[in-house]
Every structure is written in structure tokens, then in C-alpha cells.
């Protein structure tokens, strides 16, 4: 039922009222006072009246006190925490020390029973502008906090985007140092179109993906009759990167003999193809990112000390998810907001349980792997909010603090997954040869870490024949995400 009051007020405010039954004295006041008042008496209807409306104030009676301690928590999952509720109650039933504790935690104001209206109308209109105040700090917040597509409120990524616009204005190499899914192309990309070659072309290498064999010619191109099979002349990444940006994604998987050739471009600023003569001047800034330890990887001799050291000039960390935990809320609604055109029920905001659960979770797969989490959640959600369940995190909705054994366990399994389906260029049967382990757990801990072999490996190259996933894995739908914010050449 709904009591329309618009005709008393310039703007409308949106009100719900829980009660059953409802006083009509009241329901009569609030129409006269300006409300949109929309009455609900179970907690179908309070789903119902929820869905697809711009409410700003819950008002719920409480008849019961062990009923109504019970009652807050989940109008308050049902409406999402924008929502300031007040509670009506009698002051006798003020003494059950529940009903006290619920109240406290989950309204923003309670009145005693009978409540002249003159008072309630006061905390009313107090709690809808909190609410309305709440909604414009979110946006202002939501704007500040998304400064190159990069989302975060913590410290650390704040320096994150204070070093991207410092290192945007020189032309030195950068090195960007993360965790798989941190953000290290979405870094690179903001830094280059910050700098004076924002205009020029942006040309990602992913080195880890490419076998051996074919780097020399991805990175130096061609001649025509080069080599066989080699029918015309192709343009390397680096010519094509000319006047722009060179992203070079897990440097540390450059094999040594195209260590020495990257060097000696990088000195000379000069290109030959394979099979070719001439000398191409090149004019180009190099972005080069790391998931590895190239510092080890120095001391091991298994990465060239000189290009280290040409490449290390400007250096920026990206912390995993984990250690900003106080990101995950901005991130998680912010891929909420962007795939909400996907859904394909009611689903309007996360259940307390969700929020529980991504906290306890460690994110081996960093930023990638919650927006792949929220994206499957909000298309397959059927109920209103989405649970832990609905992002794969049932058993962390329960326990977990991210620091166990288990979390290490899981974040090395997921690191090492990654690197060989990589490797592999997301040949299932021979990333299950190098891990030693049959198809079908490859098959499961693909599930388990949730990684999609259309997106994930995105730069991964089908040289090698075999079984590849292009296909659901579990049944569901396969939910590629774009991580090109920013324009770029691949
Ligand atoms: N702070 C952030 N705000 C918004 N989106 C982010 C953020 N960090 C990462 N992402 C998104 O997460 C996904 C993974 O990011 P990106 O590809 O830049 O990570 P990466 O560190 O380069 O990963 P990998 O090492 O696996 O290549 C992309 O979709 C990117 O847009």
C-alpha cells in the first residue's frame, strides 16, 4: 500500500513503514507531512517495496521484542545500508537487552511509543538527510577514488596514483612490481596516457605468454622470405610502439638471448627485423612489469643485471588486494555498478555475509579475480543481495583470516597455475603434464581459482595444439572482462 503525500512537499521523499498493522493516524500524518509512505506488514512485501525504489527512511514498529530483535537485521539485509531505519517501540520492551542491542547496531534512531508526531517528523527528516548526505559523500568519494580508472580509498594506492602522475611527466623507464591481478596494465596505461605520448600508440608485450621461438619476431618483426612461412613483412611490437609506450609484461620471463637484443635497442634506440638490413630509429618509452622477483632473478644469473638496471630507473609497487583490505568494499560496488546491466534478477547490493567473506579472503588473484567474483555474482544472483555463496566464498562466509597456512598454500598454487597455463598459452593437457597432475584436478583448481582462459591469459598465444578451454567450465556462462580502460595496441 502505498499513502502519496507529494502534493505537500516540492520534493519527494520516500519512506517505507513496516508494522502491522500499520496506525492510520500515522499513515495519514506522514502523506500530510510530505512523504511517499509505502506500508509493508511482512517481509515479502519490504522485499517487494525495496526493489527498483529510491527509499531514504525505514520506519519499523516493533510489537515484540524477541520477534522485532530478530526483524532489524534482516530488513536491514533486505533494504542495504543506505537505508536509515527507525524503530517505534513501547518503553516496557526497552528493558530486553536484545531488542537494546539491535537497535543500537542496526537503526539509526528509535522513539518511544505513543510518539507525538511533531517529534517523529524531526527524526525523519534528520534521517533522510543523512542518508541523502551519505549518497552525495559516496558520489564525491566514488569520483576522488577512481582518478584513472584505478579504484581505492587505501594509502597505499593513493601513493599509487600520486606516483603514476609523477612518473607520467619523464620519459624514463618505469619497472611496475604486483601480484598477478594488481593492476599492473591498468598502471602502465594511465602512466602512459598521462605522458606527452598519451596520443601515440600503447603496444603490449606479454613476455611470459610467448614461447621462445617466436619473441624475436613479435618484438623485431619480419623481412619477407625471412624464415619459412615468413610470406610478407610484419611490423615488430617495438616498431609498432614508435612515438608511444612499450608495455612489457612479465619481463622476467624474456628469455636471455632476447635479454641482449632488448638491451641493445633500449641503448641505441634502434630496431632491425629478422632477415632485414636496415636500422629503424626508434623513439619510444618502455613500461616493463613484473610479477617475479627480478632481484633474485639478477643474483641467480637468470636476468641480465645491465637491463635490470636500465629498465629499474622509476620503480612503483602495487600491494595485493590483501593488504588493502579497506579497498575491497570500493572495488567490489564498483564492479557491481559497472555489471549491473548484466544482471538478470532483482539483484540491488551484498548481504552482510558477502562483505564477511571478502574480507576473509585472501585474493590470490588480486583486483582481476574480485571483479571476475562480483561480475558472476550479479548476473546469477536470484535474490536481492548477493551472499558468499553467490561469489564462490561459501566456506569463508564462515571462517578464514587470510594469514593461514591454507591462504599461503592457495596463493602459491594459484601464482603457479597462472605462470604455466600462461606458458602453455592455455593448453590445458600440457599444463597438466608440467604440473603433474591429471586433467581433471587442472580442470578443478581452473574452477577453484576461478580463472577464465579467455580473459585471464589474455595475451597467451594458441601457438601449441591441444585442448583449450574456450568453453564454460562449470555450466556457467563464460564472463570475459575488458581490462582495456584505456586505449591501446596489442
Ligand atoms: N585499482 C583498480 N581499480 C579498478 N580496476 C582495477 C584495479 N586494479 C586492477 N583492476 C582491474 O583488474 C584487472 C586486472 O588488472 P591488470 O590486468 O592491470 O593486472 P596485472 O597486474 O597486469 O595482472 P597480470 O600480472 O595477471 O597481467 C583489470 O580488469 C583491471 O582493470
Keep these: 500500500m502505498q499513502t502519496n503525500g507529494s502534493a505537500y512537499s516540492t520534493r519527494v521523499r520516500n519512506l517505507i513503514y513496516v508494522a502491522s498493522p500499520p496506525r492510520t493516524g500515522l499513515t495519514q500524518h506522514l502523506c500530510e507531512a510530505g512523504w511517499n509512505a509505502y506500508?509493508?506488514?511482512?517481509?515479502?512485501?519490504?522485499?517487494?517495496?525495496?526493489?527498483?525504489?529510491?527509499?531514504?527512511?525505514?520506519?519499523?514498529?516493533?510489537?515484540?521484542?524477541?520477534?522485532?530483535?530478530?526483524?532489524?537485521?534482516?530488513?536491514?539485509?533486505?533494504?542495504?545500508?543506505?537505508?536509515?531505519?527507525?524503530?517505534l517501540i513501547a518503553p516496557q520492551h526497552l528493558q530486553h537487552a536484545e531488542i537494546r542491542r539491535?537497535?543500537?547496531?542496526?537503526?539509526?534512531?528509535?522513539?518511544?511509543?505513543?510518539?507525538?508526531?511533531?517529534?517523529?517528523?524531526?527524526?525523519?527528516?534528520?534521517?533522510?538527510?543523512?542518508?541523502?548526505?551519505?549518497?552525495?559523500?559516496?558520489?564525491?568519494?566514488?569520483?576522488?577514488?577512481?582518478?584513472?580508472?584505478?579504484?581505492?580509498?587505501?594509502?597505499a594506492i593513493k601513493a599509487v596514483r600520486r606516483s603514476i602522475i609523477t612518473f607520467a611527466v619523464p620519459d624514463a623507464p618505469v619497472l611496475i612490481i604486483g601480484e598477478t591481478g594488481t593492476g599492473k596494465e591498468l598502471t602502465a596505461s594511465a602512466i602512459h596516457a598521462l605522458s606527452r605520448r598519451g596520443t601515440g600508440p600503447l603496444v603490449t608485450v606479454n613476455c611470459g605468454a610467448l614461447p621462445a621461438s617466436l619473441i624475436q619476431s613479435e618484438l623485431f618483426g619480419y623481412e619477407k622470405g625471412a624464415f619459412t612461412g615468413a610470406e610478407r613483412r610484419v611490423i615488430g611490437k617495438l616498431e609498432a610502439a614508435n612515438t608511444g609506450t612499450i608495455f612489457l609484461d612479465e619481463i622476467g620471463d624474456l628469455p636471455s638471448e632476447q635479454q641482449v637484443n632488448l638491451l641493445r635497442v633500449l641503448q641505441e634506440h634502434r630496431?632491425?627485423?629478422?632477415?632485414?638490413?636496415?636500422?629503424?630509429?626508434?623513439?619510444?618509452?618502455?613500461?616493463?612489469?613484473?610479477?617475479?622477483?627480478?632481484?633474485?632473478?639478477?643474483?641467480?644469473?637468470?636476468?641480465?643485471?645491465?637491463?635490470y638496471y636500465r629498465l629499474n630507473v622509476l620503480c612503483l609497487t602495487l600491494p595485493p588486494l590483501r593488504e588493502r583490505i579497506e579497498d575491497i568494499e570500493i572495488l567490489a560496488r564498483h564492479a557491481f555498478q559497472t555489471h549491473l546491466h548484466e544482471r538478470t534478477h532483482k539483484v540491488k547490493d551484498f548481504g552482510q555475509n558477502a562483505w564477511k567473506a571478502m574480507r576473509s579472503h585472501a585474493w590470490p588473484g588480486n583486483v582481476r579475480e574480485l571483479i571476475n567474483r562480483v561480475r558472476r555474482a550479479v548476473i546469477t544472483c536470484e535474490r536481492p543481495l548477493i551472499g558468499?555463496?553467490?561469489?564462490?566464498?561459501?566456506?569463508?562466509?564462515?571462517?578464514?583470516?587470510?594469514?593461514?597456512?591454507?591462504?599461503?598454500?592457495?596463493?602459491?598454487?594459484?601464482?603457479l597455475l597462472t605462470r604455466i597455463l600462461r606458458q602453455t598459452g592455455g593448453n590445458v593437457s600440457e599444463a597438466a603434464r608440467r604440473m603433474?597432475?591429471?586433467?581433471?584436478?587442472?580442470?578443478?583448481?581452473?574452477?577453484?581459482?576461478?580463472?577464465?582462459?579467455?580473459?585471464?591469459?589474455?595475451?597467451?598465444?594458441?601457438?601449441?595444439?591441444?585442448?583449450?578451454?574456450?568453453?564454460?567450465?562449470?555450466?556457467?556462462?563464460?564472463?570475459?572482462?575488458?581490462?582495456?580502460?584505456?586505449?591501446?595496441?596489442?
Design 388 to 415: 558468499a555463496n553467490d561469489l564462490g566464498l561459501g566456506d569463508l562466509a564462515r571462517a578464514g583470516n587470510g594469514g593461514s597456512l591454507n591462504d599461503a598454500r592457495s596463493r602459491a598454487e594459484h601464482e
Design 102 to 155: 539491535a537497535i543500537a547496531r542496526f537503526c539509526y534512531d528509535f522513539s518511544t511509543l505513543p510518539v507525538p508526531f511533531e517529534r517523529l517528523a524531526v527524526t525523519l527528516g534528520r534521517a533522510h538527510g543523512m542518508t541523502e548526505l551519505r549518497q552525495k559523500m559516496s558520489e564525491i568519494d566514488r569520483d576522488a577514488s577512481a582518478q584513472f580508472g584505478i579504484v581505492g580509498i587505501s594509502d
Design 39 to 87: 506500508i509493508a506488514d511482512d517481509l515479502g512485501q519490504v522485499t517487494e517495496i525495496c526493489h527498483g525504489r529510491e527509499l531514504s527512511v525505514g520506519l519499523v514498529e516493533i510489537s515484540d521484542p524477541e520477534t522485532g530483535a530478530q526483524l532489524l537485521p534482516q530488513l536491514v539485509d533486505i533494504s542495504g545500508s543506505d537505508l536509515n531505519w527507525i524503530a
Design 436 to 490: 603433474d597432475v591429471t586433467r581433471a584436478t587442472l580442470y578443478r583448481l581452473i574452477r577453484k581459482y576461478d580463472i577464465n582462459l579467455d580473459t585471464d591469459l589474455e595475451a597467451s598465444s594458441p601457438v601449441e595444439t591441444g585442448i583449450q578451454i574456450r568453453r564454460p567450465l562449470n555450466g556457467q556462462q563464460v564472463l570475459p572482462f575488458d581490462a582495456r580502460q584505456l586505449h591501446k595496441v596489442r
Design 271 to 307: 630496431v632491425q627485423r629478422v632477415g632485414g638490413y636496415a636500422e629503424i630509429d626508434l623513439d619510444l618509452r618502455v613500461i616493463a612489469a613484473t610479477n617475479a622477483n627480478l632481484e633474485r632473478a639478477v643474483k641467480e644469473g637468470r636476468f641480465r643485471e645491465d637491463l
